[in-house]
């Protein structure tokens, strides 16, 4: 029983039934226990409120939690199960569901009951909830989501000054001639344009080349400049992984260009996460900058955008200063925040087709020398997307490479075209499909873990540097092969495939599971630890290392994202943590790995959507083995279904 939606506890109300339905839902797991306490906290300040008002506001919350910023009344009623994925696929007794309380309901009548002025009102006064349209939000995601809307549309209204002939002189240094068009070249003039952009494309198509350039470029002309003073660069990711690859890649990048020292030395090589940028206040979801205390930046990029969230999103453009340039990198195609928000989906939602007005097309043929195709002028194309930029060409992967094939055919939604190239002959994609699935899978993670397990088992060097170098290859070495899944629950999902993963493990003697704790143990950092110096998304090997006194002890070894120094720690000092010889796809966003066992579901499942395929596939650089138990009807439900979440940006491509 839900205490704050107990009969017992609220007064008689006409919302008794719904009340009792909200309670039923959460006690069965179908609605999170906030979602009915909500619901309920409304009821006891507004004991008058209409049924229909506490069904709307368990829903928004329970949407929430889905990643959704906001309950569309329209498609709920339109398509309740769809919409809401209630109940739950395989949930029993599911005759008590919010379609059935929704019968008869039209989109008037819902409006009807929520014109309620203590509880929802249209965005001014405190209201806790916000309708606007056919969408209601809870106030906090709506202000999230104004704030965005109305940052970003400044932001695109008030393009950066730079000359084009500057800027062409400068690109013309900085990229080789090319009889293609070089969409990377376009990308830096487009950025150099605008105070906000987006540079977005697939695996291997040069981001990070791209944005090296690009900084490359505004340094160049900032010293160039009378002040000739050097811009105050930021580079930030989502993640401590997704940091430390940028990190990695940017300096690579940077060893590559033939540029002034000056300009060399003045881009910064160092990548932190977003919550150390902002300055992460412990136990709170606030920061130490915000819009009364702006960074001290000029220049901000921040990479695998998929990955920030509506609340973040907001967070990042509040406490930019009003003149800095904000670059967001990412693949709009991937999977999007496993919070409220698919921010970069919706702002490169239309990047494919790119929408440039003549007007800047004309602009970027100065800049850059280069012709815009024809069939990428829009006279009608919106101001945002005169800053979204699509890089198109792979160099990761070919035309013959099986996991670009299948990404792309993934991508497209044509499951006859990703059968097809699952049945090819391709080098670097095999395919496992039902019975055979599970002893396929025991085959590939007994081969795929035995370098890194080898080498975690052999004594670590006693000295500290040789000890870091020995843990970084340990790291290495473990980033080669990597089991991904799509769920966490069930006998395919991360929870029962890490129990029995170590099974497999410890019966062909690679691990010892007699304790907690083992040599050889891979563990996921699952929430930012500030003290430890971890961030969520860290992944660490246990190691048996020799002590001062010459006792040996577990530590478990991490490469730190903001420094690149090993930190060793001690088991007993990881409050969340989890073992990960499989990680979730979600997870698993930000890394990249030699070779990928990507596993899904036997049945299909409301999580099993196109952007989890494409996106575990594509973290596979070299090998990629789909297991598939589930067989056909699993597989197409993932490549026909899509994210779809609820939101209001799109008011940015009016």
Known sequence: ?????????????????????????????????????????????????????????????????????????????SDPDFALSLPPDGAQDATDTPRTLLAGVDVAAWRAALEHPQLVGDGEGDTPLVLTGDRLYLRRYWRFEQAVIEAVSARVAAPAAAPAGEVRRMLDTLFAPSKDTDWQKLACALAARSAFSVITGGPGTGKTTTVVRLLALLQSLALEADAALPLRIRLAAPTGKAAARLNASIGGALSALNIDDAVCAAIPATVTTLH??????????????????????????????????????????????????????????????????????????????????????????????????????????????????MLRVSRRFDAASGIGRLAEAVNAGAPAAVRSELAAAHADVVSHTGAESLASLRAAMLDGTRAWLELAREPVPVEDDAADEFARRVLETQASFQVLCAVRKGEWGVEGLNRVIARWLASASRIDTGHDWYAGRPVLVTHNDYGLGLMNGDIGVTLLRREADGSTRLRVAFVASDTGRVRWVLPSRLRAVETVFAMTVHKSQGSEFGAVALVLPDTVSPILTRELLYTGITRARVQLALFNPGGERVLEAAVTRRVLRASGLDALHA
């Open 1 to 77: 029983m839900i205490p704050c939606l107990s009969a017992a506890l609220l007064p008689e109300t006409p919302a008794t039934e719904i009340a009792t339905h909200i309670e039923r839902w959460a006690e069965r797991g179908w609605l999170r226990p906030l979602d009915a306490a909500f619901a309920g906290f409304l009821w006891r300040e507004a004991p008058d409120a209409p049924g229909l008002l506490l069904l709307a506001a368990a829903l928004a919350s329970h949407q929430l939690g889905r990643g959704h910023a906001c309950l569309e009344l329209a498609a709920t009623l």
């Open 276 to 389: 150390r940028l902002l300055g992460a206040r412990p136990d709170s979801r606030a920061f130490r900058h915000d819009a009364d205390t702006p960074l001290a930046l000029d220049v901000l990029v921040v990479d695998e955008a998929s990955m920030i969230d509506l609340e973040m999103m907001a967070a990042v453009l509040a406490a930019l200063p009003a003149t800095a340039r904000l670059v967001l990198l990412g693949d709009r195609d991937q999977l999007a925040s496993v919070e409220a928000g698919a921010v970069l989906g919706v702002l490169a939602a239309r990047a494919r087709e790119a929408h440039y007005t003549p007007d800047t097309a004309a602009w970027l043929a100065e800049a850059s020398g280069q012709t815009i195709p024809a069939e990428y002028i829009d006279p009608a194309g919106t101001a945002l997307e005169q800053s979204i930029a």
